[in-house]
């Protein structure tokens, strides 16, 4: 799909920097600490108290303040990584998820003022369905105000669809999955200068307006991807409930949620925010989950305007109207002010936490002893020690492999020793056998007797003559 151009957008004000007067005049207030004493000014420039304060039980050096004279500019710092954000552009990557009919394709293309999805056609009663779960991604490019931001819809049709839902979230969460595998193979390749984020960093899960209670389904499947996804719970066509039914449908919700565990994206608060953002951060969390109404068709009021909305018999529900239902204030949260905090919880705590589990079962373990301050002669002594036990126990193996080839030696010379001896034993039984042989001929010879009697007879008859 070609580049959209996104309809223009109330934006927040960008933060405004001090002119230089106004930031050196602020900065007299920084004081040196090196003897470890600041003074009660240390933070009237609204500076940490933590990085002014100096341990000097361990071997790091103190943090030392210095007074400024002059505007120095790395208050301009913002603003860099501004334009540098803005010149390399944005990627943001939805998944949405629910049954079929609750209006998902619609409301992204409320979202974001865009068609990113066509008008679906019904399917006719002959037509074949879909027996699994299958996912589907569309992306585009998006510009607003010279902001650039690839968006990427990941859907997931056919889920709830069927009769048996067994398992009907593992394509889901196989496909989350797959992401961070190919997310974390871009990060080892020796070449990095081209990895592409394509992490599912938010998920609306549409809930069916029944305003009872969450389904079975619906809580499996957040139980099974809380710990993988910043899930976001939306109520789907919340027209047709009432304002007393959306309240007691949200109360069920939350309750069914916090019983079981479930970790839904929640915006981060910070210590330096004012009245106005707490405010508007209390007020979002307020509408969750969110009752929303999606609609990119533009209809007429019964006063003359034209806003985009529902008509019915009984009036216009205006999508735009935060007296009509909540689509602002997700709006709000998912992409006008937490968005960056979306990716950034992604990358910092889903990601890494998967990433620690899948390395932990391929059997790569964390050396304890990096990123650990330590002494250096202390560093230098357990060195030491390591290698003498490593001569000591390269000692010991040498000596067990000496004394196992001497053993070895040994068990030769004994064995030849045997074979030896049995043989001069047998030679010595031969020998005397043929000298007991010899004697014994010797002394048939000295008799006077034949050596055989064949011999004997055979020399009588030669000596007399028959008569």
Same mark, same amino acid.
Request: charged share 30%; with cysteine.
């Given at each position: 799909?070609?580049?959209?151009?996104?309809?223009?957008?109330?934006?927040?004000?960008?933060?405004?920097?001090?002119?230089?007067?106004?930031?050196?005049?602020?900065?007299? /207030?920084?004081?040196?600490?090196?003897?470890?004493?600041?003074?009660?000014?240390?933070?009237?420039?609204?500076?940490?108290?933590?990085?002014?304060?100096?341990?000097?039980?361990?071997?790091?050096?103190?943090?030392?303040?210095?007074?400024?004279?002059?505007?120095?500019?790395? *208050?301009?710092?913002?603003?860099?990584?501004?334009?540098?954000?803005?010149?390399?552009? !944005?990627?943001?990557?939805?998944?949405?998820?629910?049954?079929?009919?609750?209006?998902?394709?619609?409301?992204?293309?409320?979202?974001?003022?865009?068609?990113?999805?066509?008008? &679906?056609?019904?399917?006719?009663?002959?037509?074949?369905?879909?027996?699994?779960?299958?996912?589907?991604?569309?992306?585009?490019?998006?510009?607003?105000?010279?902001?650039?931001?690839?968006?990427?819809?990941?859907?997931?049709?056919? !889920?709830?669809?069927?009769?048996?839902?067994?398992?009907?979230?593992?394509?889901?969460?196989?496909?989350?999955?797959?992401?961070?595998?190919?997310?974390?193979?871009?990060?080892?390749?020796?070449?990095?200068?081209?990895?592409?984020?394509?992490?599912?960093?938010?998920?609306?899960?549409?809930?069916?307006?029944?305003?009872?209670?969450?389904?079975?389904?619906?809580?499996?499947? @957040?139980?099974?991807?809380?710990?993988?996804?910043?899930?976001?719970?939306?109520?789907?066509? *919340?027209?047709?409930?009432?304002?007393?039914?959306?309240?007691?449908?949200?109360?069920?919700?939350?309750?069914?949620?916090?019983?079981?565990?479930?970790?839904? !994206?929640?915006?981060?608060?910070? =210590?330096?925010?004012?009245?106005?953002?707490?405010?508007?951060?209390?007020?979002?969390?307020?509408?969750?989950?969110?009752?929303?109404?999606?609609?990119?068709?533009?209809?007429?009021?019964? =006063?003359?305007?034209?806003?985009?909305?529902?008509?019915?018999?009984?009036?216009?529900?205006?999508?735009?109207?935060?007296?009509?239902?909540?689509?602002?204030?997700?709006?709000?949260?998912?992409?006008?002010?937490? @968005?960056?905090?979306?990716?950034?919880?992604?990358?910092?705590?889903?990601?890494?936490?998967?990433?620690?589990? &899948?390395?932990?079962?391929?059997?790569?373990?964390?050396?304890?002893?990096?990123?650990?301050?330590?002494?250096?002669?202390?560093?230098?002594?357990?060195?030491?020690?390591?290698?003498?036990?490593?001569?000591?126990?390269?000692?010991?193996? @040498?000596?067990?492999? !000496?004394?196992?080839?001497?053993?070895?030696?040994?068990?030769?010379?004994?064995? /030849?020793?045997?074979?030896?001896?049995?043989?001069?034993?047998? @030679?010595?039984?031969?020998?005397?056998?043929?000298?007991?042989?010899?004697? =014994?001929?010797?002394?048939?010879?000295?008799?006077?007797?034949?050596?055989?009697?064949?011999?004997?007879?055979?020399?009588?008859?030669?000596?007399?003559?028959?008569?």
């Amino acid at each position: 799909m070609g580049p959209a151009t996104v309809a223009k957008q109330t934006q927040r004000r960008p933060t405004s920097f001090p002119s230089p007067v106004a930031t050196a005049e602020m900065t007299d /207030s920084y004081t040196s600490s090196r003897n470890g004493d600041p003074s009660q000014h240390a933070f009237a420039n609204g500076s940490s108290p933590s990085l002014a304060t100096t341990n000097h039980t361990t071997a790091v050096s103190p943090v030392i303040r210095k007074k400024l004279m002059g505007y120095v500019g790395f *208050a301009n710092l913002p603003n860099q990584v501004h334009r540098k954000s803005v010149r390399k552009g !944005f990627q943001f990557t939805a998944m949405v998820v629910g049954e079929s009919g609750l209006g998902k394709s619609t409301l992204i293309n409320t979202l974001f003022s865009t068609t990113l999805y066509p008008p &679906k056609e019904p399917l006719s009663p002959a037509a074949e369905r879909p027996k699994t779960v299958a996912i589907e991604s569309i992306g585009a490019d998006i510009e607003e105000n010279g902001v650039r931001l690839h968006l990427t819809v990941v859907d997931t049709p056919g !889920f709830g669809d069927f009769v048996n839902n067994d398992d009907s979230w593992k394509p889901i969460v196989e496909n989350i999955e797959s992401r961070f595998d190919s997310y974390l193979e871009q990060e080892n390749r020796v070449n990095r200068t081209k990895v592409v984020d394509n992490r599912v960093h938010a998920c609306l899960y549409f809930i069916q307006p029944t305003g009872h209670s969450l389904k079975q389904i619906d809580i499996e499947f @957040m139980r099974r991807l809380h710990t993988k996804v910043n899930l976001i719970p939306v109520i789907a066509k *919340a027209d047709t409930l009432t304002d007393e039914e959306v309240a007691e449908f949200k109360e069920r919700i939350l309750s069914d949620i916090a019983h079981h565990n479930i970790h839904i !994206f929640q915006a981060p608060t910070y =210590d330096n925010e004012d009245e106005e953002t707490i405010a508007e951060y209390e007020e979002i969390a307020s509408k969750i989950p969110f009752a929303v109404v999606g609609s990119d068709n533009i209809v007429n009021t019964l =006063d003359g305007r034209q806003v985009r909305g529902r008509v019915y018999p009984w009036g216009v529900v205006e999508v735009d109207n935060e007296e009509h239902c909540d689509f602002v204030k997700l709006r709000q949260m998912l992409v006008r002010t937490y @968005m960056e905090e979306l990716r950034e919880y992604t990358n910092d705590v889903l990601y890494e936490n998967w990433r620690t589990e &899948k390395l932990l079962s391929m059997g790569v373990a964390q050396d304890s002893s990096v990123f650990k301050e330590i002494n250096p002669a202390a560093r230098l002594q357990e060195e030491r020690v390591q290698h003498d036990a490593k001569l000591a126990k390269m000692e010991a193996e @040498m000596k067990m492999v !000496f004394q196992q080839k001497v053993q070895e030696k040994e068990a030769k010379l004994k064995q /030849s020793e045997e074979e030896l001896y049995a043989r001069h034993k047998e @030679m010595k039984d031969a020998l005397d056998k043929q000298r007991a042989d010899l004697e =014994d001929k010797k002394r048939k010879l000295e008799g006077g007797r034949p050596l055989t009697p064949e011999k004997a007879s055979t020399g009588r008859k030669k000596g007399f003559l028959r008569t």
